[in-house]
């Protein structure tokens, strides 16, 4: 049994600490471990094999340094050059563990990187109950047992009981999917029983859904199997044809396979599950005090009751709060009333419009060598505090609108500068004009740190020509 762990997705209900470029799956939200790598942990002590991460081709860099960190092996990191949902995203999945099984389809189990799950024991006695039902041939789908009548999910409504295989009970013929439901209807679904929260998390042989996928969706089949024939493995990356993958149809593994097959198998996972899908999520699984507040970071309330308060880089205070979140990172501040974080995304489509760079990234980017953060800003200048990985280096590349000077704070630089090449430690510097070749590394065993002093007419990220690099961001000629 292989995992497959799909990590696209913006997150955009949890800005601000969710952003396009770094979004909720990297975030450590709950506990000190972010949230892919927490999903990488529940794997642990199942009867696995390899596991693949599925993810954005600009957040390739993350989930590589993600999972170094924490000490995962990944078979493959595939990456989707643009968004077309899990049907297709799962379909390459299925034919990458297609490539490398020794003899029969492997069975995959397609997991979430941005899911919570509290009871990993419980998480593991479901997944041993479908690996049976998978083992003979069905689709099983896990379904969360109802904690209230949310209507923020859809629902999977069972039917008969399906002879347990190997010893297992506990699995049951779908009978329906049912779309996000009102306040009455999701009310009767409880009243009733034999509904469950669609989870998004499934388990089944490679070959099953490829062969099903093909009998009711050809057109996607046909697409990710082309958009496969003609990868390219680059290091960790597992890179498919962008212009075959761009024309497969955007379709979620729901409504291209799930309600149409009839090996679809549901089996209930009660583990204390949520999708974090918005602010009100993470008070509702927290750790509540005794006026009923979730609070994270430097938080002083007076007076505040049911709210979810989170500090990320200074003391956030409130006063005679009820019912609302608030959030604060480096560069934004949300405050919302706990029953319309929903509507966050309104937020994020307005930023959107307005072309503002708190929509896509934080002030902290990262990348493969490290991390900047953005400390000031002006008319005609740009200060950076920039952190380089031991053994790294940043691509050798010039500027045809900034000039640069590079102050090391600690550690050692290894700097080329036009035909000179230096080294520089604590307290120097070296200037860099417009149009000058320059590449920096860390030749050390510790972190580089430095500040970075940009002038000139323009200061854009997109204005770097890059001449070498070792992470393969240089364009093909």
Not at 26 to 31: Q, R
Not at 47 to 52: E, F
Not at 225 to 235: G, L
Not at 411 to 419: C, H, I, L, S
């Amino acid at each position: 049994m292989n995992t497959i762990i799909m990590a696209g997705g913006s997150g955009s209900r949890l800005w601000p600490s969710s952003r396009s470029l770094f979004p909720k799956q990297f975030l450590s939200v709950v506990g000190n471990d972010t949230m892919l790598q927490a999903t990488l942990a529940r794997v642990d002590g199942l009867n696995s094999g390899s596991t693949s991460v599925i993810c954005n081709e600009e957040h390739r860099f993350v989930v590589a340094q993600q999972a170094q960190d924490f000490g995962a092996e990944l078979s493959s990191i595939i990456l989707e050059p643009v968004g077309r949902n899990t049907a297709p995203a799962i379909a390459l999945a299925a034919f990458d563990a297609l490539e490398s099984a020794e003899d029969k389809a492997p069975l995959l189990l397609i997991m979430a990187a941005d899911h919570v799950i509290n009871d990993v024991a419980a998480f593991h006695s479901a997944v041993e109950v479908a690996q049976a039902q998978a083992e003979a041939g069905s689709l099983v789908t896990f379904g969360i047992v109802p904690e209230s009548a949310h209507t923020g999910y859809g629902y999977i409504q069972r039917g008969a009981e399906v002879a347990g295989k190997g010893g297992q009970d506990g699995a049951y013929v779908v009978s329906r999917y049912v779309e996000k439901p009102d306040a009455a209807t999701a009310q009767s679904y409880m009243e009733a029983g034999g509904y469950y929260w669609n989870s998004g998390m499934f388990l089944f042989a490679a070959d099953v859904y490829l062969n099903e996928l093909k009998a009711f969706r050809p057109d996607i089949y046909t697409a990710c199997e082309k958009a496969f024939a003609n990868r390219q493995r680059d290091k960790d990356f597992l890179r498919i044809d962008a212009d075959a993958f761009m024309a497969c149809p955007d379709e979620s593994i729901d409504y291209a396979v799930m309600e149409k097959t009839d090996k679809a198998v549901v089996v209930p996972l009660s583990a204390g599950w949520s999708d974090v899908g918005a602010w009100s999520s993470l008070w509702e699984i927290g750790d509540q005090d005794a006026s009923g507040n979730v609070s994270s970071g430097d938080v002083l309330s007076h007076n505040t009751v049911n709210s979810y308060i989170r500090a990320e880089h200074r003391l956030v205070a409130t006063v005679g709060l009820d019912n609302v979140v608030v959030v604060e990172t480096n560069d934004a501040v949300l405050v919302a009333a706990k029953d319309q974080v929903q509507d966050v995304k309104k937020i994020v489509e307005a930023l959107k419009a307005q072309n503002r760079s708190e929509v896509s990234q934080h002030r902290h980017v990262y990348r493969p060598w490290g991390v900047y953060d953005s400390i000031d800003n002006g008319e005609r200048y740009q200060v950076k505090r920039i952190t380089v990985k031991p053994g790294a280096k940043l691509s050798v590349q010039m500027h045809h609108h900034r000039a640069e000077h590079w102050i090391v704070v600690s550690g050692t630089a290894k700097v080329t500068n036009g035909d000179k090449e230096i080294m520089l430690t604590e307290n120097q510097s070296t200037y860099i004009p417009v149009g000058v070749v320059h590449a920096l590394e860390n030749p050390g065993v510790i972190p580089l740190e430095l500040i970075e002093v940009q002038s000139g007419s323009y200061l854009g990220e997109d204005d770097i020509v890059r001449f070498e690099d070792r992470y393969g961001r240089v364009p093909k000629a």
